[in-house]
């Protein structure tokens, strides 16, 4: 059975019992002053309880007979308009399985129950086709980045195979390059999965020590780069993941320091906690960043200047996928991520997580 047809059978079920007390009420209360037996004697005529039977028991079946039709076709047709959101919410539903995630219900009308349901359908479509548009884009820059440097490696051996007398040890140093890249790259990935899947244990963790940690490590690519290192900050316990707070905190300063002046740059660490949560700012001197260009950073394979495009990247330059790990560790651990461009050049970036 259908539900509208439940709904009909439910209306007229209803309808039905309420006339049928209803009917029973006038009985009862017309039986009260109809004695019971004949009546003689002179003055007009007084019916008794067997005349009153014969002529209600044929008026009471023919209002039970219009009640049941009655209700029957009214709560076909009050069951029909009742459930049309529903038929609007499966025919977007259903459209949506075919992978057509464009389509949306807005359903007009009061803001009752139907219309929170179709709301919330919507907001989660939009959720579902923003992510799904982001992981195609997120597979397409992760093939073009892992193809580079297949294809470099490739390129390499065949002019190592087609000129015997080239330099070997240069060879070796160019392939051991691009295979570093690959690996990057490669366990980039790796960890962006891992954040986005939530699959780690939870424990307090001091902020502050984890800043300490990831300074120190990369304390000898700012030297290289003239870059000066500034950590400041009080104890900020957290509850996550040290394997992942590191490299969220490491890639912060690690794009601070990459991302900076030639010479004279600077890089601010800065650790406070507050009433419910600890915060964690990492600022940066540095080249004016459009602020058209913020929101894009944190996506897969994204800088400043727009999507990587260099095939024979340094290093210590990273693979594009700094902001976007830290994004999304940030939203693993039930924190959020600012990022704000410095009128003078640079960003500040700001992460915000439940404190312990």
């Given amino acids: 059975m259908s539900a509208r047809l439940k709904l009909t059978l439910s209306y007229a079920g209803f309808l039905m019992i309420a006339g049928a007390l209803l009917l029973a009420a006038v009985w009862v209360f017309l039986l009260r002053y109809v004695p019971d037996g004949s009546i003689t004697g002179p003055g007009p005529f007084m019916p008794n309880r067997s005349d009153l039977l014969r002529a209600f028991a ?11 039709v009655f209700g029957l076709v009214g709560g076909w047709l009050l069951a029909g308009r009742m459930l049309a959101p529903l038929r609007r919410i499966t025919l977007v539903a259903r459209q949506t399985t075919e992978g057509a995630l464009s389509h949306r219900i807005r359903l007009a009308g009061p803001d009752d129950e139907f ?111 003239g870059v000066i290192v500034e950590v400041s900050g009080d104890v900020a316990l957290v509850r996550g993941s040290p394997t992942l707070l590191l490299p969220m905190v490491s890639n912060l300063v690690q794009n601070a320091i990459v991302h900076n002046r030639a010479e004279g740059g600077t890089v601010e660490v800065v650790t406070s906690a507050h009433a419910g949560s600890v915060r964690l700012v990492v600022g940066n001197t540095g080249e004016v960043v459009p602020p058209a260009s913020v929101s894009t950073l944190a996506e897969p394979f ?55």
């Fill in 115 to 225: 219309r929170e349901l179709a709301d919330a359908f919507d907001a989660m479509l939009d959720r579902v086709e923003s992510h799904v548009a982001e992981q195609r884009r997120f597979a397409a820059n992760a093939s073009h980045e892992l193809r580079t440097p297949l294809a470099t490696t490739q390129a390499l051996l065949e002019v190592a195979r087609s000129d015997p007398a080239s330099n070997t040890p240069r060879l070796l140093e160019r392939l051991r390059s691009v295979n570093a890249r690959a690996i990057d790259i490669t366990e980039a990935l790796l960890l962006l999965s891992r954040a986005d899947q939530r699959s780690f244990a939870r424990e307090v963790v001091d902020l502050s020590l984890i800043v300490e940690e990831a300074t120190e490590t990369l304390q000898a690519l700012a030297d290289r780069r």
């Fill in 302 to 356: 994204q800088r400043g200047a727009g999507r990587i495009r260099s095939h024979h990247p340094s290093h210590d330059s990273g693979v594009g996928l700094g902001l976007a790990i830290v994004k999304s560790i940030v939203q693993a651990q039930d924190g959020s991520l600012e990022i704000v461009a410095r009128p003078s050049g640079g960003l500040d970036v700001t992460v915000d997580l439940p404190r312990a």
């Fill in 58 to 68: 044929p008026a009471a079946a023919a209002v039970m007979g219009f009640l049941l």
